[in-house]
Antibody, heavy 125, light 107 residues
Framework: QVQLVQSGAEVKRPGASVKVSCKAS????????IHWVRQAPGQGLEWMGT????????GYAQKFQGRVTITRDTSTSTVYMDLSSLRSDDTALYFC??????????????????WGQGTVVTVSS | DTHLTQSPLSLSASVGDRVTITCRAS??????INWYQQKPGKAPEVLIS???NLHSGVPSRFSGSGSGTDFTLIISSLQREDFGTYYC?????????FGQGTKVEVK
């Protein structure tokens, strides 16, 4: 079965960087995009960016441009999300999610079918 | 960016009630809208993709409709296990955006 297993909780100082991993299993790693979504305490879902594991091409939300880098390691089927210059408002639960396609429209409609368990990142001095 | 506005932001209803949640997009997104349910401390789970496509294993009391800019999620007969927060998401444009969420409480 498809699984996305994320790395453990992190506590960081303001200004530091954090790298969260998302290890995929149960499917062909290079066939589906992986996205990162975060959720601040008591808040909604915020899309951060995505990567095509096949070629490593990544795209980011404008809000995080210059601070976030998403990479992948095909040898271990793992995607990484690196967030730098951390601030207190980066304190959040970070999810990776694998997409899938509903082939009921043309072109098919993307949705986030599988999710990791989430990684809590706390930024505090 | 495509902005999604959900309403209401919270509701409280009784078991058996019909519940309607709406999602309005700031531009035409055709039917590229998905709906998710999230329980506290857990990852979201997809309910509906492409506006009206019920995901495998999701109870048939959930349904979705709409196209263009206006979309609706309906729970035809609310059950106790339907508590949580519901999010719409558009995947027509990048960045992928979510609505603010609708918190559903079962009385």
């Amino acid at each position: 079965q498809v699984q996305l297993v994320q790395s453990g909780a992190e506590v960081k100082r303001p200004g530091a960087s954090v790298k969260v991993s998302c290890k995929a299993s149960g499917y062909s790693f290079t066939n589906f995009y992986i996205h990162w979504v975060r959720q601040a305490p008591g808040q909604g879902l915020e899309w951060m960016g995505t990567i095509n594991p096949s070629d490593g091409d990544a795209g980011y939300a404008q809000k995080f441009q210059g601070r976030v880098t998403i990479t992948r390691d095909t040898s271990t089927s793992t995607v990484y999300m690196d967030l730098s210059s951390l601030r207190s408002d980066d304190t959040a639960l970070y999810f990776c999610a694998r997409d899938d396609w509903a082939r009921v429209t043309t072109p098919p409609a993307e949705y986030f079918r599988y999710w990791g368990q989430g990684t809590v990142v706390t930024v505090s001095s | 960016d495509t902005h999604l506005t959900q309403s209401p932001l919270s509701l409280s209803a009784s078991v058996g009630d019909r519940v309607t949640i709406t999602c309005r997009a700031s531009q035409n997104i055709f039917t590229y809208i998905n709906w998710y349910q999230q329980k506290p401390g857990k990852a979201p789970e997809v309910l509906i993709s492409a506006a009206s496509n019920l995901h495998s294993g999701v109870p048939s009391r959930f349904s979705g409709s709409g196209s263009g800019t206006d979309f609706t999620l309906i729970i035809s007969s609310l059950q106790r296990e339907d508590f949580g927060t519901y999010y719409c998401q558009q995947t027509y444009t990048t960045p992928r955006t979510f609505g603010q969420g609708t918190k559903v409480e079962v009385k």
